[in-house]
């Protein structure tokens, strides 16, 4: 489904959190931009290190940083993601941040990205992560 007003406010929310991207290792700058159940927006982008494996992806930076601020309800994330210095390009969600955004949201949460043809798009996150882990 391609996105709507409110959708492309979010999306235009994650273009500016890319801005804050640490990323001199991929040089792939990641944002994104949490919608929480009380209206608030939570930005993330993603964070490396020069050992590679303690790096974080932007999707999980706005989850963490939410929980932290006492947020675990979450109506939809934008994601834009991009070689850094140009404009975002196709960037979904990595298999991990799914894993994670399935602990806090339920199947119909909103995932916004942006697609190949250069379309705002919304997916689910049942769409993206079906029949996803749980010990819950
Ligand atoms: N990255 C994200 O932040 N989110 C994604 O959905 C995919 C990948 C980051 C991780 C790493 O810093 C860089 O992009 C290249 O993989």
Redesign the pocket.
Known sequence: MLAGAEEMKLMEEAVKARKR?Y?P??N???G?ALLCEDGTVVL?????SGSFSP???????AIFAAVAQGKRKFRALA?A?GNQGEAPGP????GV?RQVMAEFCSNDFKVICKNEEGQVEILTLGELLPRHFSLL
Do not use: M
């Open positions: 991207s990323c290792y991929s792939f700058a990641v994104a993330g982008c993603n964070v490396e790096s974080n992806c932007a999707e999980r930076t994601v993601g960037c979904y969600p990595c941040c």
